[in-house]
């Protein structure tokens, strides 16, 4: 939309604001807004103390239609910023989904009515959206003490640990979840780069569940390798070779090295990022011509981590350059 420009006294020019969007932030006579000038644009900030009633956004979602991807369309509707949902079912057994979904990822969210065949479920408390950057240096944290717990676990085959280290990932859901909703809702402080911090906290959250993965994967009773030595007794499962700890130390080195990048920014530490990322997917792929049967897969789920952790350095340096 195009706006003239007013003489205003001597020395000021003013701009109308559009009708419809003061009217949906409630906006009035005296109100204050925070303006941000950035290069050739000026970005308008509301301020929430001047907010009487922030907008309600509700849906519907019939979970009759959904079947296995009832879980996946709550969540998605939570991280889109619906603040209540009416839910559609023809069974009971039908909202065990999204009461799933409700106690693991949909912080502060419950359900207040529930009837035959609906029920309400409704934000019964906003997060506070300055928690943002808090929650997203925990969740970079978690996902590097994910990777050092679980190659602990392995070095020590300590299995039982393995199977509790996984369970991080459902604390990672609940981290990045908030704060994609948050982004959606509100925007990141920069808000022309929203759409790089979504895709990090998008590919966060990805990153963990390659990990839960690999943890699955090791502790599976379906694997060739455990099925063989239950066979002689023994409870080994996947032995790991010395040259892939080793890679999978540097896999956990990428991670640490792109939460210090994150944090505080060189261009130095940049390219040492880049050359580690080579390092790690050019002995990785060497190590997959040499492993066999669940060695290789083991190999395999760390390459796409270590690819995974790279991804998120494009959407980085669009953010701070």
């Not at 943002?132 to 676990?153: I, N, P, Q």
């Not at 959606?184 to 790089?196: H, I, L, M, P």
């Not at 993965?213 to 996947?238: A, I, P, R």
């Not at 690819?307 to 350059?321: H, K, N, W």
Request: charged share 35%.
């Amino acid at each position: 939309m195009k706006r003239k420009l007013v003489q205003h006294g001597n020395t000021s020019l003013t701009v109308s604001l559009p009708k419809k969007w003061t009217d949906k932030f409630n906006l009035k006579k005296g109100d204050e807004i925070e303006i941000v000038e950035k290069d050739d644009k000026l970005f308008l900030y509301l301020q929430a103390g001047n907010i009487s009633e922030k907008p309600f956004k509700k849906g519907v979602l019939d979970v009759s239609k959904t079947g296995v991807l009832t879980r996946r369309s709550f969540d998605a509707m939570y991280k889109a910023g619906y603040d209540e949902i009416e839910i559609i079912y023809t069974h009971p057994e039908q909202l065990k989904d999204v009461k799933t979904a409700i106690d693991n990822e949909a912080m502060a969210f419950e359900i207040l009515k529930q009837e035959k065949n609906k029920c309400i479920v409704r934000s019964i408390s906003e997060a506070d959206p300055t928690e943002f950057d808090s929650l997203l240096r925990r969740t970079l944290l978690l996902l590097k003490v994910m990777g050092e717990d679980l190659l602990t676990a392995l070095k020590n085959n300590d299995y039982n640990t393995i199977s509790t280290i996984k369970d991080l990932e459902k604390t990672n859901n609940k981290f990045t979840h908030f704060c994609r909703r948050a982004l959606a809702k509100n925007g990141y402080k920069e808000y022309n780069k929203t759409v790089f911090m979504y895709t990090i906290v998008e590919q966060l959250e990805k990153c963990a569940d390659e990990l839960k993965f690999l943890c699955d994967f090791l502790t599976s009773e379906n694997s060739k390798k455990w099925e063989e030595n239950k066979k002689q007794g023994e409870n080994k499962k996947v032995k790991i070779s010395f040259d892939t700890f080793l890679l999978f130390e540097d896999v956990n080195k990428s991670i640490a090295m792109f939460n210090d990048l994150f944090f505080n920014f060189s261009i130095d530490k940049a390219k040492e990022f880049g050359a580690q990322r080579k390092k790690v997917m050019k002995d990785g792929f060497e190590l997959l011509k040499k492993k066999k049967d669940n060695e290789k897969v083991v190999v395999h789920y760390l390459i796409n981590i270590e690819s995974m952790i790279f991804d998120m350095f494009g959407p980085y340096m669009a953010l701070v350059l």
